[in-house]
């Protein structure tokens, strides 16, 4: 009988896993519809389990499709659910990462501030499990936030060269390659053409 069970549980965490593969395929040729389906289905027999982990970004990767559908409340709210379980886990990795969708969301619902203050949070506990990559991330992400929406260019500066040089230091190309376009169009924005031309040349 415990064998029965072992069985059981190893069948069913096979089950969750493959659901979430699926669904995974699904969103990434933009079939939200599927993708959606099979992300639920993963969640019920992940819960089942009680498997914080997995379900954690499931309500997150959840979350991301109605971001990419545009119904952002229903993103942030699937988010924040997926947060909740982060934290009581202590999970500082999964904190980071929604904390980054967060601010995403935010962005994209024209509040800039709040959207500053989760990449900042997202930043902290980035910081705190030295992820050099997420740390670039949130730097970028924070810098183009301050020159594009929150008018403050020489801030927002110094946060793309802070994220250019960390991207460098571990040899992140898409990193560098993505902060090199950020910063140029920052000078294009300036009406600096010519150093804007240096920095589109570099991310070529």
Sequence with gaps: ??????????????????????????????????????????????????????????????GMIYYEQGNYSKALDFCLKSLKISELMHDNKGIAYVYGNIALIYDSQNNPKKSLEYYNKSLEESKEIGDKKSIAASLSNIGELMYLKLRNSKKGLEYLLLALNVNTEIGYNDGISSCLLNIGDYYRNQKNYSKALEFFMKAD
């Design 1 to 62: 009988k415990a064998n029965d069970i072992f069985t059981q549980i190893n069948y069913k965490k096979n089950k969750a896993i493959v659901l979430a593969n699926i669904g995974y395929l699904f969103f990434s040729q933009h079939n939200y519809t599927k993708s959606i389906e099979y992300y639920f289905n993963s969640l019920i027999v992940s819960k089942e389990l009680g498997d914080s982990s997995r379900v954690a970004k499931l309500l997150e990767n959840i």
